[in-house]
C-alpha cells in the first residue's frame, strides 16, 4: 500500500464485517491523512456504506483494528466516533421530522445557557450562519419533516460542518444535489481540506471525483483491489478496477419514432409550487425534465401521479382526461411513477425484496384474489437478473440490502407493471455505472415498445444522453423545451437559471 | 449573515403547535358556560378550586406519561404504581405517625422510582415492546398491592393532620394540590423544551434510527422517561393519600386510561415526537371538567365515559387530520422560492 507521508487521521486496518452469510468487507485496509479528499468507489453492494458506518462507529467489525492518530481504538457506538472528530454524511439522510432544522443540526451539542439550558437563539444563529456558508436559504426554526431530499442532504452536511471534524465521511451526498449545490459542497470542501480535514467522498459520479479528490480506494464485493492517487488515472480506468470488466458504452438511447400522445398535461398550476406547466409526452418518446432543485420538477410529478392535489389545469392519459388527486386513478389509467424518495415512498423496507418487486403488479399475479407466492417469486428472479439486484436472498427483508440495490428495487417494482406512461425521478441516484448502463438501457427499450417516459434527472449528461427533447423549469415554470439536436449542456444550464434561449 | 423570513413552513408548523392548546382552551369554555348558566356556583371560586383540585392527580400522571408517550412508548403501569405508592406511603404515616411530611413524600417518590426502574429496565435493556412490559407490570404492581394490603384500609383517623392539611389547605386561595401540580408540570415542561437530554426524547420518538445514528444514549434515556414516570406517579399517590384519606389497595385503579386519554387529548403524538407536557395537562383539566359539567348537569355517569371516549377520537382525529395537512403543506413550498 502506498502510504501519505503524514500521519493518517484515521486507519481501518484489515476490518472484516459480515452479516450473517453476507461478508460485507474482507480485509479491507483504508488510510485517510489530514488535508486530503479521499474517494470511496464500488459498485452497488461493494460494501462502501458499511466501511462508513464501522467507521463511524455503527458497525462493530469482526476483525481488523480501527486507528485514531496512530492508536487503536474501540467505538463502542457513533458517540465514540463523534467524540474522535469523525462526522458522517450517511447515505439516507437521517433527521427527526418533528425536531427544527437546527435542532437536527445540532443534536445532543445544542449551545447551552445558564443552569444548561439549551440556549435556542444562538442555535438558531448558528444554524443559519452555516447555512449562509453553504449558500442557502433554509430556515432553521421550520420542522425537518416535508424537506426535500436536496435540502435534507444539504442539513445533514451542516451537520457535519457545525462539529469541526477532522474526518468528515460523505455517502453519495451529491445523489440528490443538482450542479449549483454540488458546486457549493465542493467549495465547502476545498476550505474543509485547507483546515487540514480529512474529507472521505462516495459517489457514483466519476467526474465528480476527479473534480475533488486526489486519493481513491476502490472496493470490489467487500475486498480492497485497489488505491493510489487519481492523478495519471482515467474514468475507464477506475471502472474497470470496480467492475472487473469492460463496460459497453453509457446512455445507449435508441432512435425510436414518437407515437401519438399518451401524457397530455395542460395549464396544471398548484399555487406557490408550480404555475401553468403544460406538456405532452409521446409514445415511444423519453421526455427529460431538468431544473435546479427547488425548481419543482418532483413536484409536477407528483401532481401528475395523484400525490399531490393541484389548483387548476388538467391531465389526460391517452386522450382520457384523468383524475387527478388520485394515485389509484392514476395506476389504473397506466402510469408508473417512481418516485424520488425511495425509502419513504418507494420501498417497504420491512418486507421481503420479492414481496417489495411485486408490489405494483399484485393485481397481475394474483388470481381469485389470492396472491401467487411462485408468480411472486419468479417476477422478482426475472427482474433481480435484468438489474443485477445483489442480495443474499429475495427473501430477504428490502431494508438490509445496499443503497442503490433498493433503489433497484424500486425501478423494478414499477419497470415490471408494464405501465403505459413511466415517471421516473432521479432513476439512477445512487446506482452504480455498471447499472446505469443497463437502467438507461431498460428505459430506452420501454421507449421502444412505446412507453412514454417522462425522467426527472439532475444529472446532465444523463439527460442530454438519454431524452428526445428537454423540458426545463425554473422557480415553477416550464421555461424552455429543447429538441434532442439542440439539447446542449450550456442551453440547459441557461434555462435553468432563467435565462432560456440566450445562446451565444 | 443573511437572516432568514420566518418561512410558511415555519408559520404552518407553529399554528398546528399552538391550535391544540387553544383549542383545548375553546373546548374548556364551551363546557364552562352552558354549565355556568345551570348552575352560577359551577364558576365560584370554590367551584374552580375544585375543578383543578379534581384534575390534578390526572394532571401529574399525564406530565410523566408524556415524557414516555413522546419517546414512542407508553406506561399503562402508572394506575398500579400509584395505587402501591398510596398504600405504602399511608401505612408508614400509619405506623410512624411522627414521620416528618416530606419524608413521606420521599417515600412515595421511592417506590415509584422502583417501579419505574423495573419498566426501564425491562424497556430499555431487555428491548420488550413498553405497552407489553407496562401491561404485565400493571397486574404486578397492582397484585403486589393486593398481597401488602390484605384486604385493610387506611383511614384519615389514622394518618397525621399535617398530611391532611397539605391535601386540603391553600396557600393564597390556590389548594396546595394544584400548586404541587403546577410545579410538576413545570418543571416536566422545562426539562422536555429545554435540555439536551430531554430534546433526545422527542428525537427518538420521532425517528429511532437517526437517534442512534447521531450518538444519543437511546436505551439510556427510555430508561430515565420511565423512571421519572414512576417517579411521578409515586408522588401522585403520596398526593392521593393526602387529598382522599382513605387508602385500600384498589386506589387508583384503571386511572391510566385517564392519563393516556388526556396525553392524547392534550396533542402527543401517541407515535412519539411532538406534543408538550402543558397541552398534556390541559388535556387532563379538559377532562376532569367534563366530568365535573357532567354532573352538575345531572347527565348520568355513563355518558362521561363515552364523552370522553368520543372526545379521545375525535383528537385522534383531528391530529390526523391535521398531521396529513401539514405534511401536503409543509411539501410542496420548498424553502428555495420563499
Ligand atoms: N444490516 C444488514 N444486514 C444484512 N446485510 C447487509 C446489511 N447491511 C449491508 N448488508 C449487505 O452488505 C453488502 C454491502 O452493502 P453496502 O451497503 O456496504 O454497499 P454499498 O457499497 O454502500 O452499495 P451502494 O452503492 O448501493 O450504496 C450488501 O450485499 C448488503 O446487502
Ligand atoms: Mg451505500
Known amino acids: 500500500m502506498d502510504l501519505p507521508q503524514e500521519q493518517p487521521l484515521v486507519v481501518l486496518d484489515r476490518v472484516s464485517k459480515s452479516f450473517g452469510a453476507v461478508a460485507a468487507l474482507t480485509d479491507v485496509t483504508l488510510a485517510l491523512a489530514p488535508g486530503e479528499a479521499h474517494a470511496l468507489l464500488g459498485e452497488n453492494g461493494a460494501g462502501k456504506s458499511t466501511l462508513i458506518k464501522t467507521l463511524a462507529g455503527v458497525h462493530r467489525p469482526d476483525s481488523g483494528r480501527v486507528l485514531v492518530d496512530g492508536a487503536e481504538t474501540r467505538f463502542s457506538g457513533p458517540a465514540d466516533a463523534r467524540a474522535a472528530g469523525i462526522a458522517v454524511i450517511y447515505q439516507e439522510p437521517m433527521l ?38 453553504l449558500g442557502v436559504a433554509l430556515d432553521p426554526v421550520r420542522p425537518a419533516r416535508g424537506l426535500s431530499i436536496a435540502d435534507q442532504q444539504v442539513v445533514e452536511i451542516a451537520k457535519a460542518l457545525s462539529f469541526d471534524a477532522r474526518v468528515v465521511v460523505m ?23 485547507a483546515q487540514g480535514t480529512a474529507v472521505l467522498f462516495v459517489s457514483h459520479r466519476l467526474d465528480e471525483v476527479f473534480a475533488l479528490c486526489q486519493r481513491a480506494t476502490v472496493l470490489r464485493d467487500g475486498k480492497h483491489v485497489w488505491d493510489g492517487a487519481l ?21 445507449p438511447k435508441q432512435d425510436t419514432t414518437a407515437g401519438e400522445v399518451l401524457l397530455d398535461v395542460r395549464r396544471l398550476t398548484r399555487e406557490g409550487v408550480f404555475t401553468d406547466v403544460s406538456f405532452q409526452v409521446r409514445a415511444g418518446e423519453i ?61 417497504v423496507v420491512d418486507a421481503s425484496v420479492e414481496r417489495n418487486v411485486a408490489l405494483a403488479s399484485l393485481g397481475r399475479l394474483s388470481r381469485f384474489g389470492l396472491l401467487s407466492r411462485g408468480a411472486e417469486r419468479r417476477l422478482a428472479q426475472d427482474w433481480a437478473i435484468k438489474l443485477s439486484i445483489k442480495t443474499a436472498r429475495l427473501g430477504a427483508p428490502a431494508a438490509t440490502l445496499s443503497g442503490g440495490n433498493q433503489q433497484k428495487v424500486v425501478l423494478a417494482k414499477w419497470l415490471s407493471r408494464r405501465p403505459s406512461v413511466l415517471i421516473v425521478d432521479e432513476p439512477t441516484r445512487g446506482i452504480d455505472v455498471g447499472t446505469k448502463a443497463e437502467v438507461h438501457r431498460l428505459l430506452s427499450e420501454l421507449a421502444g415498445e412505446g412507453v412514454a417516459v417522462l425522467m426527472i434527472s439532475s444529472e446532465l449528461p444523463e439527460v442530454l444522453g438519454m431524452a428526445d427533447r428537454v423540458l426545463v423549469m425554473h422557480e415553477g415554470r416550464l421555461v424552455d423545451d429543447i429538441p434532442r439536436a439542440d439539447a446542449t449542456e450550456e442551453r440547459v444550464a441557461l434555462a435553468a437559471a432563467g435565462r432560456p434561449g440566450v445562446v451565444s | 449573515m443573511t437572516t432568514v423570513a420566518p418561512s410558511r413552513a415555519r408559520r404552518i408548523a407553529d399554528l398546528v403547535g399552538r391550535a391544540r ?13 352552558p354549565t355556568a348558566f345551570v348552575n352560577p356556583r359551577f364558576v365560584e371560586a ?19 406519561q408524556t415524557l414516555v408517550v413522546v419517546t414512542r412508548n407508553v406506561d399503562l403501569s402508572v394506575g398500579s404504581t400509584l395505587g402501591l405508592s398510596a398504600f405504602l406511603t399511608a401505612q408508614t404515616f400509619a405506623d410512624h405517625p411522627d414521620t416528618p411530611i416530606v419524608l413521606g413524600l420521599l417515600v412515595g417518590v421511592g417506590v415509584g422510582l422502583v417501579c419505574g426502574v423495573v419498566n426501564g429496565l425491562l424497556v430499555a435493556v431487555g428491548r420488550v415492546p413498553s405497552l407489553v412490559v407496562t401491561l404485565g407490570t400493571l397486574y404486578v404492581f397492582r397484585g403486589v398491592d393486593f398481597a401488602l394490603a390484605q384486604g385493610t384500609q387506611i383511614n384519615a383517623s389514622n394518618l397525621p393532620d399535617e398530611l391532611l392539611d397539605l391535601g386540603n389547605g391553600r396557600l393564597f386561595g390556590v389548594p396546595v394540590l394544584v400548586l404541587i401540580t403546577l410545579a410538576v408540570v413545570a418543571a416536566a415542561a422545562l426539562y422536555l423544551r429545554s435540555y439536551r437530554s430531554g430534546r433526545d426524547l422527542y428525537a427518538i420518538g420521532s425517528n429511532p434510527e437517526a437517534a442512534v445514528l447521531a450518538g444519543i444514549p437511546v436505551p439510556r434515556r427510555v430508561f430515565t422517561a420511565f423512571l421519572l414516570s414512576g417517579a411521578v406517579a409515586g408522588l401522585a399517590g403520596a398526593l392521593w393519600v393526602a387529598r382522599y384519606g382513605t387508602v385500600d389497595a384498589a386506589a387508583g385503579t384503571g386511572l391510566e386510561l385517564q392519563v393516556v386519554a388526556a396525553v392524547v387529548v392534550g396533542g402527543v403524538a401517541i407515535f412519539g415526537g411532538s406534543g408538550t407536557v402543558v397541552g398534556a395537562a390541559l388535556g387532563a383539566l379538559l377532562l376532569g371538567t367534563i366530568a365535573s359539567c357532567l354532573v352538575v348537569l345531572r347527565i348520568p355517569a355513563f355518558w362521561q365515559q363515552a364523552i370522553s371516549g368520543a372526545l379521545l377520537i375525535g383528537a385522534i382525529t383531528v391530529d390526523r387530520l391535521l398531521a396529513l395537512r401539514l405534511a401536503r403543506e409543509l411539501r410542496g413550498r420548498s424553502d428555495h422560492d420563499a
Do not use: C, W
Open chain 1, 287 to 347: 421526455v427529460g425534465l431538468s431544473g435546479l432543485v427547488g425548481a419543482g420538477r418532483s413536484e409536477v410529478a407528483r401532481a401528475v401521479f395523484g400525490i399531490d392535489s393541484v389548483d387548476a389545469g388538467e391531465v389526460r392519459v391517452n386522450g382520457k382526461a384523468l383524475k387527478l388527486g388520485s394515485p389509484t386513478a392514476a395506476m389504473a389509467s397506466g402510469i408508473g411513477f417512481v418516485p424520488e424518495d425511495r425509502r419513504q415512498q418507494g420501498l
Open chain 2, 46 to 64: 370554590q367551584g374552580i378550586r375544585d375543578l383543578l383540585l379534581n384534575a390534578s392527580v390526572v394532571a401529574v400522571l399525564a406530565a410523566g
Open chain 1, 96 to 133: 427527526f421530522g418533528d425536531l427544527s432544522i437546527a435542532e437536527n443540526v445540532y443534536t445532543g451539542r445544542q449551545p447551552l445557557k445558564t443552569g444548561r439550558r439549551i440556549d435556542t437563539k444562538a442555535m438558531h444563529a448558528h444554524t443559519a450562519a452555516l447555512f449562509d456558508r
Open chain 1, 171 to 193: 455517502d453519495e451526498p451529491t445523489a440528490a444535489l443538482s450542479a449549483r449545490e454540488v458546486d457549493r459542497l465542493f467549495d465547502v470542501v476545498k476550505v474543509l481540506r
Open chain 2, 21 to 33: 392548546e387553544l383549542g383545548i382552551v375553546v373546548a374548556l369554555a364551551l363546557v364552562i358556560i
Open chain 1, 231 to 251: 492523478e495519471g488515472e482515467t474514468p475507464d480506468g477506475l471502472v474497470r478496477r470496480m467492475v472487473g470488466r469492460e463496460l459497453s458504452a453509457l446512455f
